[in-house]
């Protein structure tokens, strides 16, 4: 039975969105006009993926750093691009106390200004590159329509900023760190995403170009899920960041930016849950497993207390609901809404067929398994078997969602009646691109660089192709 707080997910996703939102506790709207509150659920999934991602960075030899949150206008105004890009999301501070201020200060949209100021008193010599720096903060663009987690003012980040002696080293370092958030994606939050190239209209302002990864949602939907970008020179010639290259001769260096947000709870709510809450995958799941007595007695708390313990000393997060004031009903809903992987029930008249029960999240199957079992390697495999079920599921729906179009006629019946991705030739033209907008606002997602087209013809023009491209509605 769905939990009554909720509305079905295909009868009004948007609600059904809002409503999971509420009923897990993730996130409120605050005082402050278009900006949210984390809740400590939300914000302990945010630390999750901050505590992985992290480790990857890491492992891939970056370092954290931190950038000041304001940006002198002068500053923002020698890469022009990047300041045009942002205009309409810019939020600027003018009052310093009760002063004017000489300049204005821009409330950082992004780093790569602050950034490329620091690179250009950083670096001397070839011998000081790479600089591979990552800071995780808070960033504020002047979004008009707001959304949790999806889309608002202020919203949590990491933004990677590189600085490389070639060209080469910093586009394999762009490629490189989109395929680490292709890979979290699908390895910690069984999520699938197709990667490519962004179109010049769709590239960030002042990249030479940008690759990105997108997922889709279970309403067909599509969510650009990570961005990385490759700046060459445009940057290092606007911050005049030179250094001696190995024949003593100054050179710009090369620059990269990339970064994944908040909005990766808003993809993990809208890819796994269901009408009962959220459905998290156990390697993002802040508690994997929750231990329900079915009454707080004595001899139930004596098992549970054992199993909880052997969990918590192997490394699995795990929670012993032992409060005597709420019901197992309650407990077992309120699990399910907060999207624990893993249950384990624990009543008398299964410790007395000396058994106990497994609840899975993914599928709701109870599983008996012995009160004597090794505790430990029965929850482990469980949940190896839900993370890979959840990507698995994810990917089977994408995969159904994910269409073919020749002519514009046949884009737009699918768009119209069941929306998803479409892969479709493009001819390269800007008009070809805003044409297809039309339908329903759709947008060119990345081109598949990696795929033969179609047809060779244009899907807008009938035009000679260029280019196989994946389109969506967006988020």
Known sequence: MANKNITSRDVDFAKWYDNVVSSAKLSKYSNVKG??????????????????LDKMFKESGHKNVAMPLLIPESLMKKEGELIEGFAPE?????????????????????????????????????????LKYNQWCSVLRWEKETRPFLRSREFWWQEGHTIHETASEAEKETQDMLDTYARFFRDYLAIPVIGGRKTDKEKFAGAEYTL???????????????TSHYFGQKFSK?????????NNELEYAYQTSWGVSSRMIGALIMVHGDDDGLILPPKIAPTQVRIVPIKVEENILS????????????????????????????KFAESEVLGVPV?????????????????????????????????????????????????????????????????????????????????????????????????RGTKSRCILENEKMLTGKCVVCGRPARHLVLWGIQY
Not at 38 to 47: F, S
Not at 105 to 121: A, K, L, N, Q
Not at 240 to 246: A, S, T, V, W, Y
């Open 238 to 246: 606007a911050y005049d960041i030179k250094f001696l290259n190995r």
């Open 303 to 330: 098992v549970a207390k054992e199993y909880y313990e052997k969990l918590k000393n192997a490394g699995i997060s795990v929670e012993l609901d032992d409060d005597d004031k709420t019901s197992a009903g309650f």
């Open 343 to 439: 249950r384990i029930e624990i009543g008398m008249r299964d410790l007395e067929n000396g058994q106990i029960t497994l609840s899975r999240r993914d599928t709701k199957e109870k599983i008996q398994v012995s009160k004597d079992c090794d505790i430990v390697a029965e929850i482990q495999a469980l949940m190896n078997d839900i993370q890979n079920n959840l990507l698995q599921r994810a990917t089977n729906r994408r995969d159904s969602m994910t269409y073919t179009a020749t002519n514009l006629d046949e884009f737009a019946k699918i768009m119209n009646n069941t929306p998803g991705f479409i892969k479709a030739d493009w001819c390269g033209n800007e008009e070809c691109e805003l044409k297809v907008k039309e339908i």
């Open 212 to 226: 990105s990864i997108e997922a889709l949602m279970y309403n067909g939907v599509s969510l650009q899920s990570g």
């Open 35 to 52: 900006c949210i509150i984390l809740e400590p659920n939300g914000y302990a999934i945010w630390e999750k993926i901050q505590q992985n």
């Open 90 to 130: 810019a939020a600027w501070v003018t009052m310093g106390g009760n002063k004017t201020l000489e300049e204005r200060m821009c409330i950082r949209p992004t780093s790569e200004t602050v950034f490329s100021d620091y690179f250009s008193g950083a670096i001397s010599s070839y011998r000081d590159l790479p």
